[in-house]
């Protein structure tokens, strides 16, 4: 796989002498092939807002249930719906937001509406956050940032959308039930790559990789 890491190594590493066994390292793409570009002109307000700045939201409780396809809908950028190259853009940075605020708060159901069931890096990233939960930990901080840098893809000779762009990943702290850090993840300038599918309603995430940014 070589360069190629799992978009939230960070909270791997934070919690890895913990004993947490989940490795979102694999959840990093296949090495991915030469990303086709398509001819559409991608306009640069595409892509949503720049930034994730996470704030821990209410954990869902035990008997929450899975959103229906409308509720799903409706947290989607209206920008970021319809198979197009600019929308594909705009979902994926959506979802990568996403991931970093599922995993400070816990609030699984949107993640999991918006991942194949193929997808490993979205499989082991749910299982984390149930993990980080069972055991009383919590992630502050690694905040995502998109660079304003045009991201790269398009539509793959298998029928998916192979999108990448560049990430900054704010410092990112885990903290025990106590409030105590455990760990401390540096900061890091990461290019994502996005592996999606349009089933005609909405996009669903097939794969996530990312490697660190040369």
């Not at 970093?100 to 999991?112: K, S, V």
């Not at 193929?118 to 502050?140: G, T, W």
Request: charged share 20%; glycine share 8%; with cysteine.
């Amino acid at each position: 796989m070589g360069a190629d890491r799992g978009l939230l190594q960070t909270a791997t590493r934070a919690v890895a002498g913990l004993g947490v066994l989940v490795a979102v390292l694999a959840g990093c793409t296949n090495d991915p092939e030469p990303i086709v570009t398509t001819t559409p002109t991608l306009s640069p307000t595409a892509s949503p807002a720049a930034s994730s700045s996470p704030s821990p939201t209410p954990t869902p409780s035990p008997s929450a249930t899975a959103l229906t396809e409308e509720e799903v809908l409706a947290q989607i950028p209206e920008n970021a719906r319809n198979e197009s190259l600019g929308d594909a853009f705009a979902f994926a940075q959506f979802f990568v937001i996403e991931s970093q605020r599922m995993m400070i708060g816990f609030d699984t159901e949107l993640f999991a509406a918006l991942s194949s069931t193929e997808c490993v890096f979205c499989n082991n990233s749910l299982e984390l956050a149930d993990d980080l939960q069972q055991k009383d930990l919590r992630i502050e901080g690694g905040e995502i940032e998109i660079s304003d840098a045009l991201p790269d893809g398009g539509l793959q000779a298998d029928g998916t959308w192979r999108i990448e762009f560049e990430i900054d990943v704010g410092e990112q702290r885990t903290l025990d039930a106590d409030g105590s850090v455990v760990e401390t993840v540096p900061p890091n300038h990461l290019v994502a790559s996005v592996v999606l599918n349009h089933d005609g309603s909405r996009w669903q995430v097939e794969g996530v990789g990312a490697k660190e940014s040369t």
